[in-house]
């Protein structure tokens, strides 16, 4: 009997005030455990009865699935027109000086730069190598279906009140054109309050922190209740355990599924995501600047044609961007029709200035490159460094 009254649900006490107590058969007793608790680990996913069964969303889950193909067209799309025929535009070639002041601006920029070559270089040799740069931009909208859960506080339930209506039929604000958007959507008449799966509609799970005991080994003196000999731990006053700080003694929590509510609302989630597509190609050019220099500048817009689909560009000079145009058309129109449906096309042509300028530094022919509407340059054998750059 006396050993029953002892071991309460807090663990032994082996205080010095307890009959019988003795300092050494205590310090060699380990602290008692509580016993173990079933497994708190929750279902990661709602058991499939708790899904209704929605017309039009039978294919939904926890957690998204792939993209939804769009209806068929109830009206005839636009056929794609040509777009206006191209001017004749040209851009001049920079004068002298305008390099200059573009090198003297480089060099200044750099800490480790003398800017003496680009003050007093004698420039040799100009010559112009605009090139051409094709963009195409798709805009598109795609949609997709999950189930989603969130803790019933009194939220409308209205499943079943009224037919769902489908994916592509739930109304949806587009952004501006080209802009990338993400927005989540309730689909109407799919809501239903459910028992929460997680902890069985008890709104409590046992806490994981403590197996659901309520209480765990003192920290301060291992569980044993005493410190230094037979000095009573003062943490935990001698029991040898501490109540669980994470569920206050408790030994369960409040379910982190429902929040303590005991029922959760389900409801389909519509995600709608409108996404622009660019493919860029630059026509190749002679001039030995590295096209991936040309990203940072922008050119002079030869053309521009934005409509429901684009036509591929016809009767350009220069063939490589007719070529470019049809092939990228080609791949857009595959790629993103399918699973998604096309609101928008835009295609450009800009022409970007190059200019290669020869110049001479104490006898030596040195070379930089001028470019873009910004009189950007490159120049990667600049002849006055100081020592920390040639380190770098």
């Known amino acids: 009997m006396e050993n029953q009254r002892l071991l309460s649900g807090h663990g032994p006490y ?19 455990f509580a016993p173990p608790v079933s497994d708190p680990s929750a279902p990661s996913a709602p058991p499939a009865s708790m899904f209704d069964n929605v017309p039009g969303y039978e294919g939904t889950v926890m957690g998204g699935g792939g993209f939804l193909p769009p209806p068929m067209p109830t009206v005839p799309v636009p056929m794609p027109e040509p777009g206006q025929t191209h001017p004749d535009w040209n851009i001049p070639s920079i004068t002298e000086e305008t ?41 598109n909208e795609s949609r997709s279906t999950e189930w989603s859960q969130e803790p019933y506080n009194g939220q409308p339930v209205d499943a079943f009140t009224q037919a769902v209506p489908g994916p592509w039929d739930v109304p949806a604000q587009a952004p501006a054109f080209f ?14 309050v459910k028992n929460c799966y997680v902890c069985l509609g008890m709104g409590r799970t046992p806490c994981k922190d403590c197996a659901g005991a309520g209480n765990k080994v003192c920290w301060v003196c291992n569980g044993s209740g005493y410190r230094h000999g037979n000095d009573r731990c003062s943490h935990c ?39 622009n597509h660019i493919d860029v190609y630059v026509v190749e050019q ?26 591929p560009v016809r009767g350009f000079p220069d063939l ?21 449906r096309i609101l928008q096309q835009r295609q450009t042509i800009e022409l970007i200035p190059i200019t290669r300028v020869s110049y001479q530094w104490k006898g030596t022919t040195y070379v ?25």
């Not at 082996?14 to 008692?32: F, H, L, Q, T, V």
């Not at 490589?320 to 699973?339: D, F, I, K, M, P």
């Not at 509407?373 to 770098?392: G, M, R, T």
């Open 368 to 392: 930089y490159f001028v470019y873009g509407n910004e009189f950007k340059v490159s120049s990667e054998d600049y002849p006055a460094k100081c020592c920390c750059c040639s380190v770098l």
């Open 286 to 311: 002679a001039s030995g600047l590295k096209v991936d220099n040309l990203s940072k500048v922008s050119g002079k817009e030869m053309y521009k044609d934005s409509q429901y689909l684009v036509y």
């Open 179 to 192: 802009k990338d958007h993400t927005q989540d959507i309730r689909v109407p008449y799919t809501s239903s």
């Open 320 to 340: 490589a961007v007719v070529g470019a145009s049809e092939r990228l058309v080609r791949e857009h129109t595959a790629n993103y029709s399918q699973t998604s």
């Open 14 to 32: 082996y205080g010095s005030d307890n009959p019988g107590y003795c300092p050494a058969a205590a310090a060699a007793i380990p602290a008692m």
């Open 237 to 275: 006053n001698g029991r040898g355990r501490d109540n669980c700080s994470h569920c206050h003694g408790q030994g369960s929590r409040d379910c982190s599924t429902c929040h303590g509510r005991r029922q959760i609302l389900m409801f389909i989630n519509l995600k709608v995501k409108w996404t």
């Open 99 to 139: 390099a200059r002041d573009a090198f003297i601006m480089f060099a200044s920029s750099k800490c480790c730069y003398s800017s003496d070559p680009a003050r007093n270089g004698v420039i040799t040799r100009m010559e112009a190598f605009n090139t051409y740069r094709y963009r195409l931009e798709t805009f």
